[in-house]
């Protein structure tokens, strides 16, 4: 099984400032990698697939990179509605398809 | 636009059983692999299962490997899990979401709760 880790568990930071979140799988998984965000009381939503493509209607101020292991989602000029939980996920070759344990944005 | 309706959670004793139904529409389903993740409370996602569009392949979590069956059923674009031994561990919010076989979750139910107790 591979193994994500995710850190921070929790950032602290300003609104428009930048945050930048790590993801590290445990073996490598190229780019089969996606990054969900997850607000309080809904369900997540896909921000990041394929390590570094934006899904449909995501703002331009988030981005992902890294491939293999190690994996980054940067937002940059972080806005109000930003401030939610990531999580970190892979799909590679075979399930289970783990995900991380989550980085909480905070202000 | 792609819709996702989770139903049948509910309260179900250590030892019993529940269906799990995730109703899609807004999609061409058959061509799509579907997945159950769920979230404890307060707690962070796992993935659960998967079945690929065709229902010829399935996956599951080893938690729970044995004791839940995914199924689909293409002419009414419901994906199922069906729950039994359920421990109290498998109390959590369980979406359903498109995707999962080497693609990412695009699209997600709002969930349905299962609490075992």
């Known amino acids: 099984e591979i193994v994500m880790t995710q850190s921070p568990a929790t950032l602290s930071v300003s609104p428009g400032e930048r945050a930048t979140l790590s993801c590290r799988a445990s073996?490598?998984?190229?780019?089969?990698l996606a990054w969900y965000q997850q607000k309080p009381g809904q369900a997540p939503r896909l921000l990041i697939y394929g390590a570094s493509t934006r899904a449909a209607g995501v703002p331009a101020r988030f981005s992902g990179s890294g491939s293999g292991t190690e994996f980054t989602l940067t937002i940059d000029s972080l806005q109000s509605e930003d401030f939610a939980v990531y999580y970190c996920q892979h799909y590679n070759n075979w399930p289970p398809y783990t995900f991380g344990q989550g980085t909480k944005l905070d202000i | 636009e792609v819709q996702l309706v989770e139903s049948g959670g509910g309260l179900v004793q250590p030892g019993g059983s529940l269906r799990l139904s995730c109703a899609a529409s807004g999609l061409i389903f058959s061509d799509h692999a579907m997945s159950w993740v769920r979230q404890a409370p307060g707690k962070g996602l796992e993935w659960v299962s998967t079945i690929t569009g065709s229902g010829g392949n399935t996956y599951f979590a080893d938690s729970v490997k044995g004791r839940l069956t995914i199924s689909r059923d293409n002419s009414m674009n419901t994906v199922y899990l069906q729950m039994n031994s359920l421990r109290a561990e498998d109390t959590a919010l369980y979406y359903c979401a498109r995707g999962g076989y080497y693609a990412a979750l695009d699209v997600w139910g709002q969930g349905t709760t299962v609490t075992v107790s």
């Open positions: 073996q490598s998984v190229p780019i089969n």
